[in-house]
């Protein structure tokens, strides 16, 4: 493949963008990669130009989703922001009906703008609904300890990490799901690799950009339009379905936040120490799954053993993934980071082997290891999506609004994306360094059962109508936020409590917590 069209054919926008979509838009970009298919369906309409048009504006409108994100969920709300989210979905595949410019440009610009808004709501909409079973589970202790009572920190957790399980299981067997047009329709069209891979002379490590040398030509006949027509409506009808199950009826209530907040909440929760130690995670999560589409699965996948085989790669990527998403269950008995570290590690490992490994093109007789390599990579992927989102769901269980954090959060997913998006083209020796370059900046996420601290002191409070008292956790319930979460333990030596007495109110004590120890890393 040459340089102008080294980009056309997987989906780059990668985990943001839904399965349904990723396989609609592989196929897509297939038949659009084929010159006959070209010439005869559209003549000069110049459909590799769209594609790649199609392409930035799925990867470039997430870079001003921190801006966005939190207006459209605060106008809308949470479940009304899912179910338009979908509606985008399904709005992109619909212009498949009728393939044009005015259509397929807007719809994929339209789409990358619900990628990160979509996200957050789910983010926001699990959390508080593993929040909201455990108050309905645990009602007759509410009602002894009285309304006002809030239940004990971490109490949700183990709820939420079994949501969250639930949850990216099903997304990430929607993977292989996504893989079933591929299968049964599109790969029957398909030439063999010694056709497709005739001028591929360097795979893996070696390789150059993607698919470089790739024929022109993949397709020995042309799929018939109805064949088209059916399969887009099956994909339309899974979309709309979809849309049905959001169910925008029961609303969660997030207009405690003023319109004049609106814009200043994300860019305070960007301080926060704990995102800030999260933010490699949020950036290697972009950067991994992105490679297992364009790296993994075509630079060593189809490069050695043919477009054919792209599909059942995928497929072995997405059921490791869905299995293991299953294993977050561990986070169960084991420290929350652990599942984290693990996917971590393992990826590291994968990156280290696929470093020093150039399969040979045209050679099957290594194919057990890409599947196990798709396999391997998927359990990474699973234990890291989990792990991610359950750990910041149990940081900021104490926030009435989760959205801020997962908008955060999917925004700089999107420019990791948008980052090796724009570095497609470089040397698999470069992409897998930079890649390598991301996992070593990993440190320990900051989790509630460990003693993770900021390692700033701020400044001793000295206001004329405060007096600094004794040193020691306050036990009152007003002053709860000040008290140390369940299951964290923080040594005195390495901070202080700050209570006064305002003046003009000598019966209420305020007190706050203020850490001090340089050199505690994360």
Not at 278 to 293: K, M, N, Q, R, W
Not at 409 to 433: D, E, N, T
Not at 437 to 444: M, N, V
Request: proline share 7%; net charge positive; glycine share 10%.
């Amino acid at each position: 493949m040459d340089d102008g069209q080294s980009d056309r054919r997987c989906p780059q926008p990668g985990r943001p963008c839904s399965p349904l979509s990723l396989g609609l838009l592989q196929m897509q970009l297939i038949l659009h990669y084929d010159e006959t298919y070209r010439e005869v369906k559209y003549g000069n309409m110049g459909l590799p130009d769209i594609d790649s048009k199609m392409l930035i504006g799925i990867n470039v409108t997430p870079i001003a989703a921190l801006l966005y994100t939190p207006v459209l969920i605060r106008f809308f709300g949470t479940k009304w922001m899912m179910f338009l989210g979908v509606g985008i979905y399904a709005l992109f595949v619909s212009t498949n009906y009728w393939e044009r410019y005015y259509t397929l440009v807007p719809s994929a610009v339209a789409l990358g703008m619900a990628i990160v808004p979509l996200w957050a709501s789910m983010g926001n909409y699990i959390t508080r609904m593993a929040q909201k079973y455990y108050e309905y589970s645990h009602y007759k202790e509410r009602d002894e300890q009285g309304p006002q009572q809030r239940p004990p920190r971490g109490s949700h957790a183990p709820y939420l990490l079994v949501f969250q399980t639930i949850f990216y299981s099903f997304f990430h067997l929607s993977f292989a799901c996504a893989q079933l047009p591929m299968i049964y329709f599109l790969n029957h069209y398909l030439y063999d690799l010694n056709h497709t891979l005739s001028s591929v002379h360097s795979c893996g490590t070696n390789s150059q950009g993607i698919l470089s040398g790739f024929n022109k030509t993949v397709l020995k006949s042309l799929p018939r339009s109805r064949n088209l027509i059916v399969v887009e409506s099956v994909l339309m009808a899974v979309a709309f379905v979809a849309m049905l199950l959001v169910r925008p009826t029961e609303e969660i209530d997030l207009r405690s936040v003023g319109w004049g907040n609106i814009f200043q909440l994300p860019f305070k929760h960007v301080r926060d120490f704990r995102l800030r130690h999260l933010v490699p995670f949020f950036i290697y999560s972009g950067f991994e799954v992105l490679f297992a589409c364009t790296g993994l699965a075509l630079g060593y996948g189809v490069c050695s053993v043919g477009l054919e085989r792209l599909a059942y790669l995928l497929v072995a990527y997405g059921l490791g993934a869905s299995a293991s998403s299953l294993l977050g269950l561990l986070g169960l008995w084991l420290p929350r980071q652990v599942p984290l570290l693990s996917g971590a590690g393992l990826h590291l490992l994968l990156t280290i082997s696929l470093f020093f490994w150039a399969p040979t093109p045209r050679v099957l007789r290594h194919i057990w290891i890409l599947y196990v390599a798709a396999i391997l990579w998927g359990v990474g992927s699973g234990l890291n999506k989990t792990g991610l989102s359950t750990l910041l769901g149990i940081l900021y269980e104490d926030k009435e609004r989760q959205d801020f954090i997962f908008t955060i959060y999917h925004w700089w997913q999107a420019v990791a994306i948008f980052v090796v998006y724009l570095g497609a083209s470089l040397p698999m020796k470069v992409r897998l360094s930079g890649l390598g370059e991301g996992l070593w900046g990993i440190r320990h996420p900051p989790s509630p059962s460990s003693g993770n601290i900021p390692s700033e002191c701020p400044p001793w409070p000295r206001s004329p109508g405060r007096a600094p008292l004794t040193k020691g956790w306050p036990q009152t319930q007003t002053s709860r936020a000040a008290s140390p979460p369940e299951g964290l333990s923080l040594p005195l030596a390495e901070g202080f409590t700050v209570c006064s007495l305002p003046v003009g109110h000598p019966s209420r004590l305020v007190c706050r917590w203020v850490t001090c120890s340089p050199g505690v890393g994360l």
